[in-house]
């Protein structure tokens, strides 16, 4: 990840559409103070707000005392099956020494690196293209049939081949539409309103603010390979599996159930190889609010993929007595979720 440049905002609204989704407004000063680091908000003002948005249908998100962050960004990845429709879901993985969330799976995400990400969301597709590569297993490297992107992901397969044994042999155009979803992002400098961009909002305080969209890959998986090229603070490859899953099996399943999965990975123990092997298995259904943000919106065969709101399940995750507890002390929310289940 490079650089983070985060403006902050103590006026920021939500409101419940109509229509369903949730819109925000983010009202940015003309000269805003800046942080490199994710500030967090406190969980008891979320609560606070959390219960006014369903109390009255609207809420304040910032205060002075609770600044809010310019957003993160990015998209979660859907693949086409043998059909020509949307059927996987892609993501990720942390390994298990990570320092934060160590085993979720995580969408294509990232920070703003300056400020004109926060009006443009240039960040949003920039952090699409660059946290993962796609290959077809004859080893084309798939760009985008628009070309947008092109530049960012030539740059990670260069990357990668310089890091590893793999090599890619041509490339091949694949369309990849990015989709719009129940929720509007309204972005406004002073009064001046800059931009409006639809798609899925997360915000919680386990995970931040943060803004999705779902990236479709119009090509079947059983013919694509997946390579994540993000990298240790040092610049070398960590070499994370990706995880494939099938939209029909998730569908239903929440957070720490089991479930089936198709792994694709590079990186053997210490070693990186010259291909990617490509393994089923059972795991664990471990993320982090934000990609649970658009599945719980996203629909297969008319219902929604994962069957809880990432708000109510944040609230409830909150108010659990042992959480809050811990609220009164030194608390670290990465991999709390996940301990907490393991324990019960």
Not at 51 to 65: C, K, M, N, V, W
Not at 100 to 126: I, K, T
Not at 296 to 304: N, R, T
């Amino acid at each position: 990840m490079g650089e983070i440049h985060l403006g902050l905002t103590e006026k920021a609204h939500m409101r419940e559409k109509p229509e369903g989704g949730k819109e925000v407004f983010l009202y940015m000063d003309e000269q805003p103070e800046v942080k490199d680091y994710d500030l967090r908000q406190s969980p008891r003002f979320w609560l606070s707000c959390y219960r006014s948005l369903y109390g009255d249908g609207a809420t304040r998100i910032a205060s002075p005392e609770n600044p809010l962050v310019t957003p993160s960004a990015g998209a979660l990845s859907f693949i086409y099956d043998e059909t020509g429709k949307i059927g996987y879901v892609a993501m990720a993985q942390k390994d298990g020494g990570a320092p934060r969330d160590p085993g979720f799976r995580v969408p294509r995400n990232g920070f703003p690196q300056s400020e004109d990400d926060w009006y443009s969301m240039a960040h949003l597709w920039r952090e699409a293209y660059e946290e993962g590569i796609f290959l077809t297993r004859s080893k084309e490297l798939v760009l985008p049939q628009s070309g947008e992107g092109e530049g960012e992901i030539m740059r990670r397969a260069v990357f990668i081949q310089g890091k590893t044994p793999l090599r890619i042999r041509g490339t091949k155009r694949v369309p990849i539409e990015f989709l719009d979803g129940p929720d509007k992002l309204s972005i406004y400098r002073g009064e001046d309103h800059i931009k409006t961009v639809d798609g899925y909002v997360s915000w919680t305080p386990e995970t931040g603010f943060n803004f999705i969209k779902p990236m479709v890959v119009e090509h079947p998986m059983e013919d694509l390979l997946l390579v994540d090229p993000e990298t240790f603070p040092n610049g070398d490859l960590i070499g994370r599996d990706y995880c494939v899953i099938d939209l029909k099996h998730l569908q239903g399943k929440v957070f720490g159930d089991i479930i089936h999965e198709t792994v694709h990975r590079l990186k053997e123990g210490s070693e990186f190889r010259s291909d990617v092997n490509v393994f089923e298995r059972d795991d664990r259904f471990f993320t982090d609010k934000v990609p649970r943000s658009v599945l719980c919106s996203f629909e297969y065969d008319g219902q929604p993929v994962y069957p809880v709101d990432w708000m109510r399940e944040s609230f409830d995750f909150l108010r659990r007595p042992d959480v809050e507890k811990a609220l009164n002390g030194a608390f670290r929310f990465s991999g709390y979720e996940r301990k907490l289940l393991e324990r019960s």
